[in-house]
């Protein structure tokens, strides 16, 4: 266990030093000068000499990338084009709100969609498994953007319940949780659906009926304990899914998160901010896959074995 | 002939799919003809005008008909479908060869590649792209399609690695054929199958993906009849004109759906064993 789990940092680390790469030279793969993009025309020749000596640009890259990297391990992102504003000091208040947001909605899709998923595999092929199905095939079909344009309609602009944009109270989490939730959820229960229906085919469930269990006991103790593990892979796994999905539905209600930041700064050539966005959601991504396998690893008693033979 | 129309009896998904993503298709290359107006023709007396006989989607705020917008959208979004698909097939089946076929090295780079890829945020990564090629609606197919081909590369090297060790191409080798005829005479054939099924798996995919983006503002840009585009522009106008945020979003949940359908049919009809994925 220990040597996977120092092997699976090592893979995220080599993953996260290639990002990392490939984020640096985002602004060199750039059409045109880095200090051109950052600076007016108007400005004189020297002074853009300058800033180049100043932003270390006149360095070979490999060094460049070496003081870059140093930089951002201080927390020093550069400084925004557009508002002159320390990157890092903009992150953190953003960065917060993103994971609240993500995190919520993780939640509830687990909440919603695996319970639905386990009632859907006991009760194979009843009339409640085809409905919870079918529907979930609509939903997943619905592009979350446009299920967020409808959830406003209804919710804020006809029904004016609910608000419309801003992050200031629990019930502005409601609309965009659920447009980010709703797809999910459709997935969420189809993999836990067929996770449990796996599972009630295994060999120990059998054994255990044999042993004289009631039903309860075995599906509770041996099914339910044993799909869990499976579908909390699925449930990290999804997660960069989940912030791609927050980018957009940030944008619409207006919530400062990463994702409206990361889009204006899109849109406005802000190449730090870009960068900075990036490379953060990134490592997030990264290290909620390494969690997820690990904690797969310490759940599961057979890919513990597995693993362990694999090493010796 | 008998035999397609008894597949086409037993495989619903696969009969429902051709029928929606044909229309579809007609719909595309009919839309000059079905079109009761140009995409951007703009008429300043019908602004915010509910769906009526003239125009039965309604009208947008500059008078131009949502109807013949719609139409015209599904031209994009079968650009999209076809020029993303191609970009990911083209560098997926290519690495996929290579990697499984060569192995070692080679296929650890590859690995490594689809990995990456495969476990970053697609949305995301593809917004650094856009940041570097810029914005518009070809720069955004790219940016989706490279980021996205990890599925082809990993599909194809397994087949390849199994495949490569088959009597069939060992008798290739003896006859001293070289490495590039024995991968596109020998093995790409016998992935086709599989591709396919990843085909119409992915473009609802990347249809999905490209028309957040332009709905963000990155893709396409205006006056295109993109679904994305209008959804986006739709939220101004919501408390007054609804019709403009449902058609263009109907007409792309319809799309998504019918090629769903179609991907799910294919996957049956192709390849059963990626169902039990």
């Known amino acids: 266990m220990l040597t996977y789990t120092a092997r699976r940092l090592l893979q995220g680390i080599l993953l996260v030093i290639v990002v990392s790469i490939l984020v640096f030279s985002m602004l060199h793969l750039m059409p045109g000068d880095p200090v051109e993009l950052i600076t007016d025309r108007k400005v004189p020749p020297e002074v853009k000499a300058e800033m180049k000596r100043q932003y270390g640009l006149d360095l070979p890259l490999h060094q460049q990338y070496l003081r870059w990297v140093k930089n951002i391990l201080r927390g020093d992102f550069g400084v925004s084009i557009r508002s002159k504003t320390s990157v890092a000091a903009t992150f953190k208040h953003r960065i917060p709100v993103t994971l609240k947001l993500t995190g919520t909605a993780l939640l509830v899709e687990f909440l919603i969609g695996v319970p639905l998923g386990l009632l859907a595999a006991y009760k194979k092929d009843s009339f409640f498994d085809r409905a919870v199905i079918t529907t979930s095939l609509l939903f997943a079909a619905l592009p979350s953007f446009w299920i967020a344009v409808m959830l406003i309609m209804v919710f804020g602009v006809h029904l004016r319940i609910l608000p419309l944009s801003g992050f200031s109270s629990a019930k502005h989490y409601i609309l965009p949780v659920l447009s980010i939730a709703l797809g999910g959820i459709a997935g969420m229960l189809r993999m836990a659906k067929s996770e449990v229906l796996d599972v009630l085919n295994e060999r120990f469930v059998f054994t255990a009926y044999a042993k004289g269990l009631d039903k309860r006991t075995v599906l509770v103790k041996h099914v339910l304990y044993n799909s869990i593990i499976l579908i909390l892979v699925m449930f990290f796994l999804s997660l960069p899914w989940i912030i791609s999905g927050a980018v957009i539905i940030e944008n619409i209600f207006v919530i400062p998160g990463m994702g409206g930041l990361m889009t204006q700064a899109i849109i406005n050539q802000d190449m730090f901010v870009v960068q900075g966005c990036v490379l953060i959601i990134s490592i997030l991504t990264v290290l909620s896959n390494i969690l997820a396998d690990l904690l797969i690893a310490a759940l599961d008693p057979r890919i513990r074995v597995s693993l362990s033979e694999g090493e010796s | ?277």
Request: proline fraction near 5%; avoid cysteine.
């Open chain 2, 1 to 277: 002939m008998n035999e397609i129309l008894y597949i086409y009896k037993k495989n619903r998904y696969l009969r429902m799919g051709t029928i929606m993503v044909g229309f579809l298709v007609l719909v595309a290359i009919f839309a000059h003809v079905i079109a009761p107006f140009d995409y951007d023709e703009a008429n300043r007396d019908v602004r915010l005008e509910p769906p009526s006989s003239d125009h039965w989607f309604g009208t947008d705020e500059f008078g131009r008909d949502v109807f013949s917008r719609v139409l015209y959208g599904s031209r994009i979004a079968l650009r999209v479908a076809i020029l993303g698909v191609s970009i990911q097939v083209l560098i997926g089946v290519t690495l996929g060869l290579i990697s499984g076929y060569f192995g070692r090295v080679t296929d650890q780079i590859v690995s490594f590649l689809a990995d990456l890829t495969w476990s970053l945020p697609p949305i995301i990564m593809s917004m650094a792209v856009i940041s570097i090629i810029g914005k518009g609606l070809d720069n955004t197919i790219i940016a989706i399609s490279v980021v996205s081909w990890a599925q082809y590369a990993r599909v194809v090297r397994a087949k390849t690695s199994s495949l490569k060790n088959m009597a069939f191409v060992e008798t290739a080798l003896a006859y001293n054929e070289s490495h590039p005829s024995i991968l596109f005479r020998y093995i790409l054939p016998n992935t086709i199958p599989s591709i396919i099924v990843l085909v119409s798996l992915s473009i609802p995919n990347t249809i999905m993906s490209t028309t957040a983006l332009s709905f963000l503002g990155l893709g396409a840009q205006p006056p295109s009849p993109d679904w994305g585009l209008a959804l986006s522009s739709s939220i101004l106008y919501l408390l007054n004109a609804p019709w403009l945020a449902v058609f263009p979003g109907i007409a792309l949940v319809y799309t998504v759906f019918a090629f769903n359908l179609l991907g799910e049919g294919l996957r049956d009809l192709l390849d059963p064993r990626l169902r039990a994925r």
